[in-house]
């Protein structure tokens, strides 16, 4: 079947005990046995519940995988990939990647043991030469947050199927809607289902997609032990969420070509970082793995003051932190998402006091082109 068909019917079917078309929320924390060692497939949920295999069932059939396990934030996902990791083992990391993984990887998983190397993985080259005999991943995120940088999925895959390393693709900016990494080679991916899956900014989760059996065993593992998987009502937001996926993606898409165009067309913007724009460094390569270029666009006023009158001025745009929702959220990554990099390092990557993050919503356009041209007037 087609995406928009499988996004609103694959481990969506209606209920069986009753007909209800909308599945029914299992807020249970346990599940009553027929008899002595026998029950219906359930047993207590922080192991399974009916709502997570049904998101469960989606997510993977939505991004070509064979199984996959959501969990309490896209982070308690992330986390529980690097689990398949062993002290010793070394991975290779974007180095434009949101600050979480950056806190998660440099401040907390050093300290079990792994090593990490902070790489621009839109460089084939660079990554095959961060290769080390202790490698055994290499993960990716692109487009990166928030300076939108484009990795060749295709090309970085032929490099770790040749080495063995295990190829993690953070596929959070763009949804399956967009880019579908496994097909393009990855093995494993992940997702902050906060964002668009979700869509609706009402709910927190994370999944992960798997290709490989023994992946797939080690991560249910992890989440039954560990206990951060997703619980019932969540698992509902984000299966509803879902189920709209096809048409919010098309807008967003929509919305973000024009107000990228309009963005790099004013005066007072130094530049903007959105892929589907010609003069963006990837722009052949996204056009190639990616069927759209979603609604996530970064630019560029040059000083911390100019970017403090856009966000004070603007008054549809909502000044807040996460991405993906239905509303236009605008942010400043410096001292927002991603202050949790060091100054010299987000320099470094791009990420300058004058940049501006913003998610673009499913608002009409010509409203969010006067927002945010009045606020730019301010300049
Ligand atoms: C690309 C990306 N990956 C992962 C995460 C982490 O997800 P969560 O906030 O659901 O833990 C985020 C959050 O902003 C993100 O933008």
Redesign the pocket.
Known sequence: MGFATDAIHVGQEPDPATGAIVAPIYQTSTFVQDSFGHHKGFDYARTTHPNRQALERTMARLEAGTQAYVFT??????DAVFRLLRPGDHAIISEAV?G??FRLTTQFLVQFGLEFTFVDTSRPDAVAHAIKPSTRMIYV?TPT?PTMKVTDIAAIARIATARKLILVV?N??LSPYFQQPIKLGARIV??????YLNGHSDA???AVVLTQPEDAERIYFVQRSAGAGLAPMDCFLVSRGIKTLAVRMAQHDANGIALARFLESHPKVQRVLYPGLPAHPQHEIARRQQTGFGGMISFDVTTLPAARAVLDHVKLCSLA???GGVETLISHPATM?HASIPTEVRQQIGITDGLIRLSVGIEDVEDLVADLGQALSHL
């Open positions: 934030s896209g982070m308690a996902a992330i949101y979480g993984v995120e947050n953070d959070t900016f992940v997702h902050s289902m906060t964002k927190i989760g994370g932190e996460s991405l998402t």
